[in-house]
């Protein structure tokens, strides 16, 4: 009887899983109310949309990201890509005016199909594909850019994407979100989102029962190399310039927001409003950083044990039976 008492008394995996999709919107709130202690302000509507705008970028790369670890992979590429992106647009906006925007978009989603392609035809892991796409990004970055600041001759191609609708709304706020909604219900509304549990939770009885698991995982890189150029296209709207380096300081940040918004890094479990409020509290802890007085170096140390301690949560185990 003891032991059949003990065992009802252990919440259900089911359980768990719930109460951890949760637990990072309790932790933004937490975190903000803790910061309002702080600092009052940072209620205002102003100081929220503020800091709503300073997340749409680092949002917008995380999406598309998303995709690919909810498949079991992982894009390291984004902020290069990103920053490529920010290169070509100020470099091609002069003769292309408002074109070089959704072809600097197709570029970068190019590049992520690329990666893609590579990664399931040689079956590489997605890792080192990304590892290694890093790298090659940014070089072509450096090549095109000529290891310097592009500066925006015209900044009408971007205007849209930094303004404040009725003088108060930030429009990169819109953009994020309209990302946000247009992948969710791409995911939603098509077979993608379900062909994309399935692979992330047991890729081979996913190949068995017929799903394209080559093309949606494509698919997914290509999605992320989508967001990643318009992640650029925000960046240069607010900086009026592109750089080789514009984005590299938002991969941490970015890899931070997906597993600190609950996705699992081994795939499966998790969802695009999960980076949305990931990338809320990725913010929110910069913004608390700043108003403790503490150096901002020390970012890049906290965002590690966040990814360390997030993953520790979210990590499914039954699918490692050996840990390496």
């Known amino acids: ?151 925006m001759a015209d900044s009408s191609p971007t205007d849209w994407a930094f303004t404040r609708l009725g003088g108060i709304v930030p429009s990169a706020v819109l953009v994020a979100l309209a990302a946000l909604a247009l992948l969710t219900v791409a995911m939603r509304l098509s077979p993608l989102g379900r062909y994309v549990a399935a692979i992330g939770h047991a890729e081979p009885a996913a190949r068995l029962a017929g799903v394209p698991v080559a093309r949606v995982k494509t698919l997914a890189f290509t999605l992320s190399g989508a967001c990643a150029g318009l992640a650029g296209t925000l960046l240069v709207a607010r900086t009026f310039s592109g750089a080789p380096t514009l984005a590299d300081s938002l991969l941490l940040p970015a890899v931070a927001a997906i597993v600190v918004g609950g996705t699992a890094i081994t795939g499966g479990h998790g969802a695009l409003w999960r980076t949305l409020v990931g990338a809320g509290i990725v913010t929110l802890l910069r913004v608390g950083l700043s108003l403790a007085g503490i150096d901002a170096a020390y970012e890049s140390i906290l965002y590690g044990v966040l990814i360390i301690a997030a993953v520790a949560l979210t990590i499914d185990r039954s699918k490692l039976s050996i840990v390496k």
Not at 12 to 20: D, E, F, K, N, Y
Not at 44 to 56: C, G, I, K, N, R
Not at 116 to 133: C, D, E, K, Q, Y
């Open 1 to 151: 009887m003891a032991a059949t008492e003990h065992k009802a008394a252990v919440p259900s995996p089911g359980v768990l899983r719930h109460a951890t999709a949760f637990m990072p919107a309790a932790a933004f709130l937490a975190l903000l109310a803790a910061l309002a202690v702080a600092n009052p302000d940072l209620l205002q509507v102003a100081s929220l949309l503020a800091l709503a705008d300073s997340a749409a970028p680092l949002a917008t790369l995380a999406a598309g990201a998303t995709i690919v670890v909810l498949c079991g992979g992982i894009d390291l590429s984004i902020a290069a890509l990103a920053s490529l992106a920010s290169v070509l647009l100020a470099s091609w906006a002069p003769a292309l005016g408002a074109g070089a925007v959704p072809a600097v978009i197709a570029a970068t989603a190019l590049a992520g199909a690329l990666q893609g392609s590579v990664h399931v035809a040689f079956r590489i892991p997605s890792f080192v594909v990304t590892l290694g796409g890093m790298t090659l990004w940014s070089a072509l970055a450096l090549l095109a850019s000529g290891a310097a600041t592009v500066p």
